[in-house]
């Protein structure tokens, strides 16, 4: 007997569906499954055939056929295998069921449904099919019940999904918990550097990360750990090993330059190169970023939300509302940065999509995986085509990087000596491109802190403080911008928001004349001294604004005159 | 050696040739060297020797200098008379090589030859010469060497020093490394001054490769890069020391900007000591890596080395004057400078503590009592009045002009 029932796969970021078709005919006992499936797809055979024994029902002895629809759609995934079961137990007349059902879920053989990647989206593209009722696992209750208009009904087993089936229209038979609240938190401090979910058992949910922190990045304490002037205080290295929280900005002594260049990257969205000897504390201050970013709106949390369904290993509980930071180790591979694979997933790019791309070491990462942010360092989106499949991930990620001056990490650091060979940091330096040096809007150069500053008495700004700044500046910018950050600023709309007025202008080209500026470089310096201006409140872009705004120019020409004269 | 008539010339010219070809012959050293021309007479004879029948046998056989004969040694290996025998042969390339390459041989015939190097124990036998021989003539060669790991600081001493050294009509000789010598090399073009880069390799195999430009921008505006070593040496360890003693000789006097406890800017300054020319050392702070050559330098050489408190006393000790210069002690202080200029409150309490010293932005921060945002855009405003200079981080006063009033 012919039975069918609806389910979903996944493509780049977006749910496809798939009718499951499933015939159950006399002759020979065999099962085998056709439509462009992926080898985890042929092996849901074995695992259907497990769950079906083990949850008390027969595997019929006849001959399945399964057809997935459409059949040219290359299908990949687990997420198949609760529809496929079913439609077995349909076809085999074992169970009934009224009403047009979707199932998305993967079994295990003991009968039971688990969590697949990517259920947000394949929820909402079933919910577009206008498929009201989708069963989907229980881990995975809370994400799916994001999209409205659809019945998520969960169920943890086989024994489940069909009782559900049974009883149409009945309510779900496990009482499950609410969906953890999504707030908005109160303006406009403290709660707004941080809105993300409520996590009970938790008095500072500030310092509280989802469990989202990213398993690439290996010991991130160990440049402080080594070095014997660092700017961390205890508290804050402590809070960087255990992968939990994020350090405050009090926590950072000294390094008054970095941090105002920090706050202007972040009100602004450009990119940001931090570059100092180990211990200068540039890691620190990037991992305080969390802490310092304003949450994300309502579109932007929808679509973080389903980069975060996709990616991610855990189930995601709610919309997600903290801006991504992410920070991949250098040691990543191109297909891990910007995505693709043989599934298509998103890399690191897309997964910092608004938020930060933190790249700690930035000579260290390979040149390819560099070069292949170009185009959504460009564009915001990567485009990934591969041989039969293409697909575009959103990549609108602002760039934070850190690197030594050289291997050794001393170089032109005064007081110390570099222990590099001759040429090797002006090779070092030029691992960075110039597509990519251009990129970057603020250069900072982190001196070693002296100890005196890691014990002094006054306590510097802390996060939220400095997060409300960059939040009042943020919005300014978007109003005049049209929803644009001024890091994405330039040619004659840059100028039109600059607002110069006329001592500004004659400043301007005085700088650019002193620097040698290119016309990019010119952009750059109005562009920063733009964001200052919004940090300043101001509606036009002074004289002291570029003023500032140069000192955090690009030090190409001077960094070249050190390392190479 | 007055050129006479066609043929004298072309004789000249295919000595000059032979002395090139065997500049090339690794291992041949000066001591071989004035043995062959001893020998055979002259290098385009010694050439020949190898064509004829037993001619290698024949150039093994020379003997080099000395007393009496029974502790005369073979200055020539039967090794190394192939190697020349060879030279020898591919001639004709080695030649065009040469001149593919823009170069110059000088022999030690040349008249050209600088006779500052005449007056050296063994002087290189065949300098390789690109630019002008004339610049390597001049008539005050100033060495500045140093470390390839400068500071700064010792940066700016020795651009500075270079660049006065330059206007007063001196030449500024260095061996073009990266660090110290860099920067005076750099300084001196800056100036529009010829300057003379002594190569620790052959003129095809430049190193440090990321100077190629600068030794260009040398040639272009009338300075000389020369080399004792033929095309086709690559740099080793030990072609520096030899190159040293090359700079030193060159000069009348060494300055030493900042060398490190085994800088070869030591060896440079012995070299200068033992050929009896002037040996200047820049002072350094106690306990600076970078300075601990120079101190060392200081206190091993009492009375013979001597030390530069200053760049105008350097070029008065130096029998320099600068153009334009009137009383050549220390140029106005920035702050000085500053009080003329009617700067903000925020800008001279700045100036008034880098007066002190260098300081980081912290410490600006601190002694201004401002904030960040204004320092930051305070110390753009005193960079561009050329009051304050800044690096890494780190900010300090730029010293007027010497001699100059603001």
């Given amino acids: 007997m012919l039975a069918t029932v609806h389910s979903a ?115 909402a593209a079933l919910g577009r099919r206008g498929i009201r009722r989708v069963i989907v696992p229980a881990e995975g209750l ?42 908005l938190a109160s303006p406009p401090m403290v709660g707004s550097a941080d809105p993300g979910p409520r996590v009970p058992g938790h008095a500072d949910p500030r310092r509280e990360v989802p469990g989202r922190e990213d398993p690439g990045r290996s010991d991130p304490g160990r440049e402080h750990a080594a070095q014997d002037g660092p700017a961390v205080a205890p508290s804050g290295a402590a809070a960087l090993t255990d992968g939990l929280a994020w350090p405050d900005l009090a926590d950072v002594r000294g390094q008054a330059e970095a941090r105002r260049a920090l706050e202007i990257a972040l009100a602004g969205g450009h990119g940001l190169l931090m570059i100092g000897p180990p211990g200068s504390g540039k890691t620190l201050l990037a991992r305080t970023i969390p802490g310092l970013l304003p949450p994300l709106g309502d579109d932007e949390a929808l679509e973080a939300t389903i980069v975060d369904s996709v990616a991610s290993d855990l189930a995601v509980a709610g919309l997600v509302r903290r801006r991504p930071f992410r920070a991949p180790h250098h040691t990543i591979s191109y297909a891990g940065m910007v995505g693709g694979g043989p ?127 960059i939040v009042a500046a943020r919005c300014l910018a978007l109003e005049r911008n049209r929803g644009r950050l001024n890091g994405r600023l330039s040619g004659r709309t840059l100028l039109a928001v600059a607002q110069l007025s006329t001592d500004a202008r004659a400043r301007l080209v005085a700088l650019a004349e002193l620097e040698e500026l290119s016309g990019r470089g010119t952009e750059r310096l109005l562009r920063v001294a733009r964001t200052i201006a919004d940090l300043d409140a101001s509606g036009s872009v002074d004289e002291h604004h570029l003023a500032e705004a140069a000192r955090f120019r690009s030090p190409a020409r001077r960094l070249a005159d050190r390392l190479a004269v | 050696m007055t050129v006479v008539g066609d043929a004298t010339q072309h004789a000249e010219l295919a000595e000059r040739d032979a002395w090139a070809i065997l500049a090339t012959v690794h291992g041949l050293g000066p001591v071989g060297f004035a043995a062959l021309l001893a020998r055979f007479g002259s290098a385009a004879a010694a050439l020949q020797v190898t064509g004829s029948p037993g001619g290698v046998a024949a150039l093994a056989d020379t003997r080099g200098p000395g007393g009496i004969d029974s502790i005369r040694r073979r200055a020539i290996g039967a090794e190394l008379a192939t190697v020349i025998a060879d030279a020898a042969g591919r001639g004709s390339t080695i030649v065009q090589t040469i001149r593919a390459l823009g170069l110059t ?44 790991h400068p500071t700064e600081a010792g940066r700016r001493v020795s651009a500075e020093i270079a660049g006065a050294v330059s206007r007063a009509g001196g030449v500024v000789v260095s061996g073009l490394a990266i660090g110290i010598d ?16 002594v190569l620790g390799s052959g003129h095809d195999r430049l190193y440090p490769r990321a100077h190629a430009r600068l030794a260009d921008r040398i040639v272009a505006t009338g300075g000389a890069v020369v080399s004792e070593l033929a095309p086709g040496y690559e740099a080793t360890r030990g072609t520096f020391p030899r190159r040293n003693r090359v700079i030193s000789g060159l000069a009348d006097a060494t300055v030493v900007v900042e060398a490190g406890r085994r800088s070869g800017a030591l060896i440079t300054a012995d070299w200068a000591l033992e050929q009896g020319r002037e040996c200047f050392v820049v002072p350094g702070p106690l306990h ?85 945002a204004t320092v930051l855009g305070a110390l753009t405003l005193l960079e561009m009045r050329g009051l304050v200079s800044g690096a890494y981080g780190r900010y300090q006063a730029v010293e007027g002009p010497v001699g100059r009033s603001a």
Wanted: proline share 9%; charged share 25%; aromatic share 4%.
């Fill in chain 1, 9 to 123: 796969s996944l493509y780049g970021l977006e749910g496809r569906v798939i009718r499951v078709e499933v015939d159950v005919a006399p002759g020979l006992p065999g099962f085998s499954i056709v439509g462009l499936a992926d080898a985890a797809l042929q092996e849901a055979r074995e695992r259907c055939r497990g769950a079906i024994r083990n949850s008390g029902f027969d595997f019929p002895p006849r001959r399945i056929t399964v057809n997935l629809a459409p059949a040219d759609l290359p299908k990949s995934g687990s997420g198949l295998d609760l529809g496929i079961a079913l439609a077995i137990l349909l076809g085999s007349e074992q169970v009934r069921a009224a009403g047009r059902w979707a199932l998305v879920g993967e079994l295990s053989l003991g009968g039971e449904v688990r969590r697949v990647p990517g259920l947000l989206p394949m929820v």
């Fill in chain 1, 142 to 183: 809370e994400e799916a019940r994001l999209v409205t208009d659809v019945e998520a009904i969960p169920a943890a087993s086989i024994a489940e999904a069909i009782e559900a089936m049974r009883a149409p229209r009945s309510r779900p038979r496990r009482t499950i918990d609410p969906p953890a609240r999504v707030e």
């Fill in chain 1, 343 to 469: 599934r298509l997933s998103p890399g690191e790019a897309t997964r910092a999509d608004h938020g930060v791309l933190f790249l700690d070491e930035l000579p260290e990462f390979d040149r390819d995986v560099l070069e292949a942010l170009r185009q959504p360092l460009e564009e915001g989106r990567v485009a990934i085509s591969r041989a039969g499949r293409a697909t575009v991930f959103p990549a609108r990620f602002q760039l934070v990087a850190a690197m030594n001056p050289c291997p050794c990490g001393q170089a032109g650091v005064e007081g110390r000596v570099c222990r590099c060979r001759t040429g090797v940091a002006a090779r070092y330096a030029a691992r960075v491109s110039g597509p990519l040096r251009d990129r970057i809007d603020l250069w900072v150069m982190l001196p070693p802190v002296p100890p005196a500053s890691l014990v002094q008495d006054d306590e510097p700004e802390d996060s939220a403080t400095v997060a409300g700044r």
């Fill in chain 2, 105 to 148: 041989p000088l022999t030690l015939e040349d008249r050209a030859y600088p006779r500052r190097l005449l007056s050296l124990e063994m002087p290189p036998h065949v300098l390789f010469v690109r630019g002008s021989v004339a610049a390597l003539d001049p008539p005050s060669p100033v060495a500045i060497v140093g470390t390839r």
């Fill in chain 2, 182 to 197: 860099g920067a005076a090399h750099a300084s001196a073009v800056d100036q529009g001054a010829p300057t003379v880069a």
């Fill in chain 2, 288 to 372: 600076a890596p970078a300075s601990a050559g120079c101190l060392a330098l200081l206190r091993s050489f009492p009375g013979q080395t001597r030390i530069v408190s200053g760049v105008a006393e350097l070029l008065e000790d130096l029998g320099l004057v600068e153009e334009g210069q009137v009383d050549g002690r220390a140029g106005p202080s920035a702050r000085a400078r500053g009080l003329a200029l009617d700067l903000g409150p925020v800008e001279q309490r700045l100036l008034d503590r880098l007066d002190r010293g260098p300081a980081t932005v912290d410490e600006l921060v601190a002694s201004a009592a401002a904030a960040v």
